[in-house]
């Protein structure tokens, strides 16, 4: 991953700079630079659509994280990809992405976080398919776009529901819709709206049965994983999900909804953590089992999730930005992430094992962490709900899990006899790398030991979350104890039984194949084989079959339309001059040479002969403009047929049998004749010919209203047209290829 | 009918060897045809904004006098007496579409507001317009987008 090829290349200015731009933001909103405000940009009028910006108590919190990591990210991606030509474009990515997520948290809009969040859906798949050599990368690329992408969709026809209930809806007004849209919590298609929201929040969160695609994403370079796959993008779900609540969190379904997928995503990942070996992939399912938290959390009564969800959201990535940081160190120093080969790298490196321990000492949860703030957060908000029972019992497993994850993270990577088997370099990290990951699990360190600075930036946060009631962090000791020692006992015995216990998980490992990652896989390849049938049931090469399927489905198209039409009037037979009749005359004669000729080149004449006879009734029935144009387009067209047609062979395959061929022919040209008859009969709509007629000369100084309506009435159309045309022209020439060109290139 | 290879000493009036002659007759309508349509594509498209005719029609006239030359005396030498390549009338076309609406914009109506004004001349005043610009642009992306396709169609036969 971190091999450098090619001869080094020295970082830019801007590349080892960049880290000053999230530290910018972050100042300002640990100084308080930014407080509560709105301001809207006007976008789309019509559609109640602005560019509309809100800051609260949620989004600084969400900026603060997102800046915070973000400088970390900075600082230390330049390092990990030292010397590597492809920093730059490492750096642009990361920059845009950082971008992208500050837009899609302050956005107030709908659409304006929708614009954000598929840029942040973009950038994760040029991130994880970094590594474009890498056939994994790519994969894993593919799949996390085509999960969040459809994401996306849902998200996108959630918003419009929500829109259509409640016009002009903004992420500031769930907070108190009862007063803005107060029908909206009555109606059916709000919650539809809400529920497809969800499904978008759920594939961008990785929930279950949309997680697969995270796990796969660590094939992404480790700055990307720290940042985007542990610490930022995937909580933009779960705070997505936090907006929606104050407006659902009284409905039972939305509950029972986050509740139940919550729940289950989070057990279902605390197991699959146990059956990985590689320590990037332990982080990432441990990663999910956390988001699986946050998304149960908020499906608890309020007000005191709303502080356990912020607390463990701010917990979370100061403990997990510095284990995916140390899980790269890792990586670059003993060139392999298994925790078979993995043991004392504490003399390797020992400020990786010293941030390894402050970020596992508040994964687990241990006094005098973050970690044990967001637990007891956790406990309280369980305690005062009328919960479920699964839901404490998930709790349970996730910390018992996440207690024997930060174990494996620190003591069995980091202590213990070294292996001699791994080569390891003799200079020390450099420390671009070494002092991120410690600098952030110290801060966790130092939050967890004194509440003081961030209890209000969390309590505001929560507020955004749970608008009404009082808040308080409190601690309760017995609570803590039980908790504590049940979830370090248990842990402790996962630790030590880690091997044994994988080993029987390995046996269930024939049941993944009814697993949602199986079924991506079986969705991919259905695709391309149903492509593949389509393609090849349709796409024949047969002249004559596509020119009857042609025939066919324009009747069955005209169909419809001719049923209910009017008979055809005496009028339209009306008899006419002498012009008329030469054209009927000439256009009845090329029908009957073509008919009658043997081979295509006379069939082709006769066609041609048709059209001119129609250019001859269209002289002389009042339409010169379409006369000439029919001429000039018929001897176009057989020239150029006649010139195609050299090259004509014909199919070997069997073509429609002459009964098909006649039928489809009579249908056609029958249902057409009687279609265009029927126009006649019925009374003729003048509106547009007055309007063109009167408007022609005094708007555009011309009296042929054909010649104005193409190049003044619609002159932006045939821009269009003629642009078109030039394509296509441009296109059809790299197809036809020149006589000998072949020879003349090999 | 195969054509032959580049002849540096071929020109009007002659066909690319490799091809049969053709018959003297055809030979000299060619002469007389092509010149002709030209011509009348001009004027078709001159005075399309108030009788009978315009760019598209134009363009369409002005093929058929390619196409003449190519089917007579072959591609080859219907690129020689084109001498702009095909692709490149086209682009110019769209290119003179496309300006002939500027004015307006600078004018601050809305883009492809055609301007008129007249020009005193010998006979009357002429009428020139902004949108005989566009017809013509109209007529040279025609031109260019289906003489290209066709020859590369005859070359490729």
Redesign the interface.
Known sequence: MAAVEGPSVPAPLWVRLAWLAPAALFAAVATGLLPDSEWRIPWVPSLLADFGFRIDGLTRLMLALISGIGIGVFVYAPGYLAGDPRLPRLMALLVAFFLAMVGAVVADDPWTLLLFWEATSVLSFLLVGFDRANVRARDAARHALLITGFGGLALLGGLVLMQQSAPGLRLSHLVHLGGTHPGALTDPVFHAGVALVLVGAFTKSAQFPFHAWLPGAMTAPTPVSAYLHSATMVKLGVYLMARLDPAMNGVDWWKNTLLAVGAFTAVFASVQTLRERDIKRILAWSTVAALGTLTMLLGLSEPLSGVAFSAFLLAHALYKAPLFFVAGNLDHEAGTRQIDHLRGMRRALPFSAAAAVLAGVSMAGLPSSLGVVAKDAIKLAEASSDTYWYVGTASIAVGIVAVAVAAVATLRIFFGPPNDELATSAHPQSLRMSLPPLAIALVGLFFGLWHGPIEGSLLESARAIAPFGRLELEVVWPTRLESLLLAVGGGALLFWQWDRVHGWLERLAALDIIGPASLYERALVGVKKGAGAVTRATQHGILGRYVGVLAIAGAALVLPFVARAPLPTAHAFAPADAGLAAGCIAVLGGAGLALAARDVLGRLLGAGLVGMGSAVVFLFGGA??V???QL??E??FV??AA??L??YVPAERPRLTPNWRLLAAAAFGGLLSFASLAVFAAPFDTALTDFFAGASVPQ?????V???V???FR??D??GE??V??L???A??PL????GAKEANT | ???GEPDPKAVEGQSAPGRPAPSPIVLLATGVLYPALLLAAVL?TLR??????????GG??A??AV?TVA?VQGPKIARRRLRIP??AL??V??LL??CS?LPALIAGEP??T?A?GYLPMIGGAW?L?T?LL??F??LL??L???T???L??????
């Open positions: 010169p403009d006369a000439f144009t000039a387009v001897t176009v020239i150029v010139t195609a050299r090259r555009a100084n011309g009296r042929n054909t010649n104005v193409l190049v003044d002159a932006l045939t821009l003629i642009t045309l030039m296509v022209g441009l059809a020439l036809l290829r020149r006589k | 009918m195969t054509p078709l399309g904004h108030h009788e009978p005719g315009g760019g598209f029609v369409l006239f093929t058929v196409m089917l095909p692709i086209a682009s076309g769209v579409a496309l609406g883009f492809l055609h008129v009428k317009s949108a566009f017809d642009g109209v992306c025609v260019g987008a289906v290209g396709f066709c590369r169609l005859l070359e490729s036969a």
